[in-house]
């Protein structure tokens, strides 16, 4: 069975550092990564997605995610955070093992930039 | 252009009323996800349609819940007899003919009291 691992609730980081949100997968086939990110009262925004290719992948917002096969991580990043970052961040996997079309999420971890 | 919406955004049940939420995907596309999240947790499947057919309902908790997609656009997930643990915000997401990437709506807030 596929679960996404989101070890941290929080995270705190103070604008203009770097950031980092983890992500830890488990599934039977080869994954397909994301991540996604919520502001209040919103729904999920697509950020960012590793299918197949280069490992570091960019997306949205100047984050971007690197896929570890070997850690079965997929951790996202960000070189300068802004304050307006803050949000829930969710990770998520579709198990291509399974045939399923569906997504399974983490259960996600709140960044807070402090200015 | 527009993005998939949901309507209502905020319903209000009383136990063991019948509720009924919309959600309008983007236009054209032919996949189209329900999910459940529950207060300070991720989001979980509960049904996937391919156009009008109903491929994957899975994640359904109970035969009191029910999706339709009658033409393949517009789809509504019914709950009948509702209960407090249905109390959660119901996200409805879409995505274009071989892509992997899902875009979500606002969700519909479901209480019940």
């Known amino acids: 069975a596929q679960s996404v691992a989101q070890p941290e609730d929080q995270v705190n980081v103070a604008e203009g550092n770097p950031l980092t949100v983890k992500c830890t997968y488990s599934?039977?086939?080869?994954?397909?990564l994301f991540w996604y990110v919520q502001y209040p009262n919103r729904g999920l925004q697509f950020l960012l997605k590793?299918?197949?290719?280069?490992?570091l992948v960019k997306g949205s917002y100047g984050f971007e995610a690197e896929f570890n096969k070997s850690q079965t991580s997929f951790h996202l990043k960000k070189p300068s955070a802004l304050v307006s970052d803050s949000a829930l961040y969710f990770c998520a996997v579709r198990d291509i093992g399974t045939g399923a079309n569906n997504l399974f999420f983490g259960t996600g971890t709140r960044l807070t930039v402090i200015p | 252009g527009a993005g998939v919406s949901q309507s209502p955004r905020y319903k209000v049940a009383k136990r063991g009323q019948d509720v009924a939420l919309r959600c309008d995907p983007i236009?054209?596309?032919?996949?189209l996800f329900w999910y459940q999240q529950a207060l300070g947790q991720g989001p979980e499947f509960l049904t996937y349609f391919q156009n009008e057919a109903q491929l994957d309902k899975s994640g359904l908790p109970s035969d009191r819940f029910f999706a339709e997609r009658p033409e393949g656009s517009v789809s509504t997930l019914k709950i009948q007899r509702t209960q407090q643990e249905d109390s959660a915000v119901y996200l409805c997401a879409s995505a274009s003919s071989g892509s992997n990437t899902q875009y979500f709506g606002p969700g519909t807030r479901l209480t019940v009291l």
């Open positions: 590793y299918i197949t290719g280069d490992n």
């Open positions: 599934v039977s086939g080869n994954p397909y």
């Open positions: 236009s054209g596309h032919v996949s």
